[in-house]
Structure formats: structure tokens, C-alpha cells
Nanobody, 120 residues
């Protein structure tokens, strides 16, 4: 059974930092590249960062490249997102899930997400 629990969001001023965590249970974490997604009000949920199972390869959306860093601890089944130099346009609910959309669709599961608000 898949379970994903995101945490670490909050209110931060522009230029600030946050570190998000996602604790996973079930085989979704062990077998898949993982990703962080975000959804702003009225917008689609988009993948912003992904990391392979071994943690060796990461990819980022252009909008966050150079500011966000994804990592994973396979011993803790946890994926992280370090967000630096935050901008108001980063405001969204952030979710973790498998990076492969086919896996996401097959599991039909999303956690509760964690709200990130960037505002002065």
C-alpha cells in the first residue's frame, strides 16, 4: 500500500529557504525514480524535480534550476527538496510521488501535500 507524507512547508519571505521532506512507504519508493510536484491555485500539477532510484541523476524544471535541490535517503525511504532563493511564484502545494506519470496513474494516489507560501 502506497503512503506518501509530505512536510516542511510554511510561510517564507522572498529569498528565503525551506526544506521539504516526503516519507514514503510501500514499494513505490524502492522501485521508482521519485519527484516533487507542485500545484498553484488554478493551475496544473507540474513536476519540478526528479531523482533516480540510486540518487545519481537529478532533473529540474527550468523555473527552479539552480535554486532547488532534490535528494533521497534510501535507508529512510525519504525524499527531500531543498528550496533556496524562493520567489513568490514558487507559492504552491508541493507533493512527492513517482516521477513516472504511468506509475502515478497506476497507483492513483497523492498525499496531502505541504503548502509553501512565499510572501513579504
Amino acid at each position: 500500500q502506497v503512503q506518501l507524507v509530505e512536510s516542511g512547508g510554511g510561510l517564507v519571505q522572498p529569498g528565503g529557504s525551506l526544506r521539504l521532506s516526503c516519507a514514503a512507504s510501500g514499494s513505490i519508493f524502492d522501485k521508482n525514480a521519485m519527484g516533487w510536484y507542485r500545484q498553484a491555485p488554478g493551475k496544473h500539477r507540474d513536476l519540478v524535480a526528479s531523482i533516480t532510484t540510486d540518487g545519481d541523476t537529478t532533473n529540474y524544471a527550468d523555473s527552479v534550476k539552480g535554486r532547488f535541490t532534490i535528494s533521497r535517503d534510501n535507508t529512510k525511504r525519504t525524499v527531500y527538496l531543498q528550496m533556496n532563493n524562493l520567489k513568490p511564484e514558487d507559492t504552491a502545494v508541493y507533493y512527492c510521488n513517482a516521477a513516472d506519470p504511468w506509475v502515478v496513474a497506476e497507483n492513483e494516489y497523492w498525499g496531502q501535500g505541504t503548502q509553501v507560501t512565499v510572501s513579504s
